[in-house]
Every structure is written in structure tokens, then in C-alpha cells.
């Protein structure tokens, strides 16, 4: 059974900076794209950052490019967002997603295959 754990959200001050990790079991991450999506109030799911199964290609919203970087440990299953200089609109619940493609990293999710249940990221101004 594949499940993806989201830790490390929390309320953090404009300007501030958190770490996002993403735990994977149930698949052997190596075969896999991952990809960083959130969700704000009344709004549709959001890409924020994917990358292929050795991060040989990163993709990024333009809105997170320079700011959020994604990264990832294969051997430990884990995928991780550093997201620096945060503004009140980054506020939402972020949510990792794997893709069995491991050369695409892709920005819709509709194609991804399994989900996380996210971690609420509160960003106040």
C-alpha cells in the first residue's frame, strides 16, 4: 500500500522560511516523479514544484521559482520542499503526489498516481 506522510507546516511569519518533507512508503521513490501541489481556501489545486526520480529535472511555478526549491533522498524515501522568502498568498495546504513517469515532471496533476493528505502552511503578513 503506497502512502505519502507531509510533515513540517505550520505559521510562520512573511518573510520566513519552512521546510516541507514528504515521506514515502509502500514504492521505491528511485521509480518515480514527484511533484509539490497546494490548495488554498476556494481555490483549485495549485503546482508548485516536481522532479524527476533523480532530480535530473526540476520544474517550478514561476511564482515559487527562486524562492522554493525541491529536492529529494531516494535511499531514505523522502522528498522535501525548502520554501524561502514566504508570502501570505503561499498560505495553503501543501500536498506531495507521485508520478510513475520518472523522467516527467509534470505540472498537472491529473496525472498524478498517489497523493499525500497534505500540511497546512499558514503564512502571516
Known amino acids: 500500500q503506497v502512502q505519502l506522510v507531509e510533515s513540517g507546516g505550520g505559521l510562520v511569519q512573511a518573510g520566513g522560511s519552512l521546510r516541507l518533507s514528504c515521506a514515502a512508503s509502500?514504492?521505491?521513490?528511485?521509480?518515480?516523479?514527484m511533484g509539490w501541489f497546494r490548495q488554498a481556501p476556494g481555490q483549485e489545486r495549485e503546482f508548485v514544484a516536481a522532479?524527476?526520480?533523480?532530480?535530473?529535472?526540476?520544474s517550478y511555478a514561476a511564482s515559487m521559482e527562486g524562492r522554493f526549491t525541491i529536492s529529494r533522498d531516494n535511499a531514505k524515501n523522502m522528498v522535501y520542499l525548502q520554501m524561502n522568502s514566504l508570502k501570505a498568498e503561499d498560505t495553503g495546504v501543501y500536498s506531495c503526489?507521485?508520478?510513475?513517469?520518472?523522467?516527467?515532471?509534470?505540472?498537472?496533476?491529473?496525472?498524478?498516481?498517489?497523493w499525500g493528505q497534505g500540511t497546512q502552511v499558514t503564512v502571516s503578513s
Open positions: 522532479a524527476t526520480s533523480n532530480s535530473e529535472s526540476t
Open positions: 503526489a507521485a508520478h510513475p513517469n520518472r523522467y516527467w515532471a509534470g505540472r498537472n496533476p491529473t496525472y498524478y498516481a498517489y
Open positions: 509502500g514504492l521505491a521513490l528511485s521509480s518515480y516523479s
